[in-house]
Nanobody, 123 residues
Framework: QEQLTESGGGSVQAGGSLTLSCAAS????????VAWFRQVSGKERERVAG????????GYADSVKGRFTISRDLAKNTVSLQMDRLKPEDTAMYYC????????????????WGQGTQVTVSS
């Protein structure tokens, strides 16, 4: 059974850093796009970053470019999101999602989702 488990969320002051991790089981990340989404209550999920099945980065949201870095570890079957210079507007629930093959942008194109991990950035 496919499962994605996020970890690494927490509370941090503006300017700080966090690293989120997404551990996959029941699916192999080298044959899937894995992406990070975030959602604030009342708003749609926004794709923050993604990494294609072949390992190339699928791009970043404009709001996080230059501050967030997505990477993966095939040996551990995990995908990480390094978040630096965090801002209060980065506060959200962060989700890991996967879909076979290449990345897509809409959340609806992703069939596998984790439960999410909360990130709170205080000013």
């Amino acid at each position: 059974q496919e499962q994605l488990t996020e970890s690494g969320g927490g509370s941090v002051q503006a300017g700080g850093s966090l690293t989120l991790s997404c551990a996959a089981s029941g699916l192999i990340i080298s044959s899937h796009c894995v992406a990070w989404f975030r959602q604030v209550s009342g708003k749609e999920r926004e794709r923050v970053a993604g990494i294609h099945d072949l390992g190339t980065v699928a791009g970043y949201a404009d709001s996080v470019k230059g501050r967030f870095t997505i990477s993966r570890d095939l040996a551990k079957n995990t995908v990480s999101l390094q978040m630096d210079r965090l801002k209060p507007e980065d506060t959200a629930m962060y989700y890991c999602a996967a879909r076979p093959s290449a990345c897509a942008i809409p959340a609806s194109d992703f069939g596998f989702w984790g439960q999410g991990t909360q990130v709170t950035v205080s000013s």
